[in-house]
């Protein structure tokens, strides 16, 4: 399986620097909506990663449906650290045990 | 509810039964669920550390980048980035976590080396080729995080949905077949306080 990468073309151009050619670059946050929303019935990639910025942009249904799914995994990176796995840890258990 | 029971003797018997059984059952998927949420805070102290290991090297994978593209120009990082020929690939396999399956990813060609990235050694510059090299770096943490985010993420429904069954057993399920196995008794002995009040008269006539 493969590795995605969904973001601006500043955002993608070191992933494409390391090898990875499952590129869509586009600045505009609806058409990342419709790149995202393929690539979670892609078979083929196992890893989506997402500039943590651009997820927070998204609508909240597709954002819970990115948090939820499992193959592919959808990980958000960026300078600031993302919440949506503490988000449902304090959902499930009750507790915030992120710290 | 207990209406609905008829106040038999078999009926007594079969309820105790079935009560002692789910009671079995409450027992043991309160194990599952400790035993799971003790895996659940393991792995979560390593994913903790991992998503801020994550951060970090972004940061300087970033910034790596950000020097490759102000000294070389962006149009020869973009033309590095466009001839790397070896492609990153992801294998996910399954395992097995208290009867949980979760995925086990393995990765392959994370690390591209300088000279098989297609670009030569003298057409590229130290910079580009740092750029790369933290970016290689990132896409293994991002292999790493991304199983332990997918573990989590199962680990946490698992852990809902048993804690959900052993709530409904504590809190319904049991307390609903105590109070219908008390119904019968009670029923029971009545019936017979009535029959033998039924044999005094009969005899008293």
Known sequence: ?99 | MALDIKPTRSELINLKRRIKQTQNGYKLLKMKRDGLFHEFRTLLSEMISAKQELTGTYKLALQRINLASAVEGGLAVKSAALASSTHPEVDVKRRNIMGVVVPSVEGTNLRVDMEKRGIGLIGSSPYIDEAADSYGKLIEKVVNAAEMEATLKRLLAEIESTKRRVNALEFKVIPEMEEARDFIQLRLEEMEREETFRLKRFKNK
């Open chain 1, 1 to 99: 399986m493969e590795i995605a990468v969904v973001g601006t073309s500043d955002f993608t151009l070191g992933f494409q620097l390391a090898g990875i050619n499952r590129l869509y670059n586009s600045d505009d946050i609806e058409e990342s909506a419709e790149h995202l929303k393929d690539l979670l019935n892609d078979k083929s990639v196992g890893i989506v990663v997402v500039n943590s910025e651009l997820l927070t942009k998204l609508p909240e249904r597709l954002r819970l449906r990115l948090s939820n799914s499992i193959t592919p995994t959808v990980l958000g990176i960026g300078t600031e650290e993302d919440n949506t796995l503490r988000e449902s840890i304090r959902k499930a258990i009750g507790v915030d045990l992120w710290k």
